[in-house]
DNA sequence: AAGATCGCCTGCAGGC
DNA sequence: TGCCTGCAGGCGATCT
């Protein structure tokens, strides 16, 4: 499950490798991939080839690869929105190799004179949650973002992230502290996973309510997001070597390093009491009833 | 109109 | 063995 440190390795391995390379040829193996690309497969096809990956940028779980192109400078082309849903994966590959089963989309790149054979990209999907989509892009409060991501809040580890803000924001909602962690337009970036890790750290519960919270409180579940997911990032971005860009860097992380999310029965690292699971918004919630009591009685 | 719920997807685990 | 159910869960659409 992608949630902002493992699109974050995702981001910096399509660094390394395709930035800067121009595409010679995408291929849509799944149309289902780009059903919010508007204008359908055969358009998005069409815009990508030639265009040159200038820029490749990230905001919570939203990627996504600025495009110019060299052929009509100046006639900017729009982002290929990326979102990997629950399921997705940028894979960087050497060309002529198999392909995977849920293999989606390809995009095959120009080979340089002298160099060796240019890497393919391939879109691989299970669950088809995710899909590429090519987008304008617009201002919004002074950042150049793709126009479906306009109203995706920033993430806690954009260099403009205001903690202050976030945590008046926070407050004057009337929710659960984890459906607002878990809200994009108030805080990007936290899936299920990093939620419930923050709360462990922050010995909150997930159904506090938020206009109950101090400013202490709301300001302790966000910074364990933020750190949770900066250790995470650090663990995720060892473990991708060459021309294989690895979402599921992060295993060895989960492996390790988790307190809360699927440990039910075992004993709190804090505490030692038994790590329980309860369903919420659909959900599994997994937390310490010792270090993170429920709230007594929700009073609206 | 903010907040809550629904539907989309596939593979796998577990029960009978 | 094979069918069924539940689970994983992000997000846009839809409801209240």
Redesign the pocket.
Known sequence: ???LPEVEVVRLGLVEHLQGRTIDLAQVRHP?AT??HLAGPSDLIGQLAGARVCGIRRR???LWLELDNPLAPGDALPAVVV?L???GQMLVRSPGGAEG??LRILVQFRNQPGQPPAPELHFVD????GGWALEPLVDADGTRLPR?VA??ARDPLDPHFDLEQVVTALR?????LK?AL???TLV?GI???Y?DEALWRAQLHSRRP?EKLTRGQARAALTAAATVMTEALAQGGTSFDALYVNVNGASGYFDRSLHA??QAGRACARCGTAIV?E?F????SFSCPRCQPPPRRRTR
């Open positions: 499950m992608p949630e289902r059903r919010r919570g779980k939203y979102h849903g629950m399921s089963k849920h299970q669950r088809t949650f479906t109203h995706i004057a909602r009337r929710t659960e459906r878990l809200d994009q990007s899936g299920n996973i939620a938020t999310y699927g699971r369903k918004m659909n959900r599994s």
